[in-house]
């Protein structure tokens, strides 16, 4: 098993940034490939990017792309997620997973088997 704790969520305006990072402990961290869903209020959690076991291939659905940025570092048995040019839409409770399948499996499934507790984010218009 592994346990996954996110940080860095708060309040920032629009065009602005923010870091997400999620520490796992537990299992080998470097087994698993990791991803970030979000769920806006009155929304189903969606996944938004993931990143294989080795850091080596990062996916990113197109509401993200161009503006978010996933890394790893497994010493650390942390992973990342870097937000820039953020919009009042991004607002939502943001929360990593992780999934011992490939990334390609997250990807198509969106099933992870761990899930921290969320952190949020709001952008102000």
């Known amino acids: 098993q592994v346990q996954l704790v996110e940080s860095g969520g708060g309040l920032v305006q629009a065009g602005g940034s923010l870091r997400l990072s999620c520490a796992a402990s537990?299992?080998?961290?470097?087994?698993?490939?990791m991803g970030w869903f979000r769920q806006a209020p009155g929304k189903e959690r969606e996944f938004i990017t993931g990143i294989s076991q080795s850091g080596g291939s990062t996916y990113y659905t197109d509401y993200v792309k161009g503006r978010f940025t996933i890394s790893r570092d497994n010493a650390k048995r942390t992973v990342y997620l870097q937000m820039d040019s953020l919009k009042p839409e991004d607002t939502a409770v943001y929360y990593c997973?992780?999934?011992?399948?490939?990334?390609?499996?997250?990807?198509?499934?969106?099933?992870?088997?761990?899930w921290g507790q969320g952190t949020q984010v709001t952008v102000s218009s």
């Open positions: 537990g299992d080998t961290f470097s087994s698993y490939a």
């Open positions: 997973a992780a999934d011992p399948r490939t990334l390609g499996a997250l990807i198509t499934a969106r099933r992870p088997d761990y």
